[in-house]
């Protein structure tokens, strides 16, 4: 059983921060990458950023200098650090794992349950 847990999702004023985290427990051998998607009210689900195994990064163009991921210290754990938040980015911002091999010998991607972030006044 693999799970991911995100947390540090909630409400900020525009211009604020916040930083989300998710780590990755379970029956893990390696993971791939890891990722950031978001889905708005109304919209698709959408990347918001992503980094590989090896630390290389990725990130949507409507975050592109305002929004950072990176690894934790703890093993398979991501952060993604979000300054000048609008109210665009408001969203239930999810966690992924992609690829990861388990106890199995198989591949498979996880979800997390998703965090809430709103950015109103």
């Known amino acids: 059983q693999v799970q991911l847990v995100e947390s540090g999702g909630g409400l900020v004023q525009p211009g604020g921060s916040l930083r989300l985290s998710c780590a990755a427990s379970?029956?893990?051998?390696?993971?791939?990458?890891m990722g950031w998607y978001r889905r708005a009210p109304g919209k698709e689900r959408e990347l918001v950023a992503g980094?590989?195994?090896?630390?290389?990064?990725n990130d949507a163009d409507s975050v592109s200098g305002r929004f950072t991921i990176s690894k934790g210290n703890a093993k398979n754990t991501v952060y993604l650090q979000m300054n000048s938040l609008t109210p665009e980015d408001t969203a239930v911002y999810y966690c992924?794992?992609?690829?990861?091999?388990?106890?199995?010998?198989?591949?498979?991607?996880?979800w997390g349950q998703g965090t809430q972030v709103t950015v109103s006044s």
């Open positions: 379970g029956s893990i051998f390696s993971i791939n990458a």
């Open positions: 980094i590989t195994a090896g630390g290389t990064t």
């Open positions: 992924k794992a992609d690829r990861v091999l388990d106890s199995t010998g198989g591949t498979y991607d996880y």
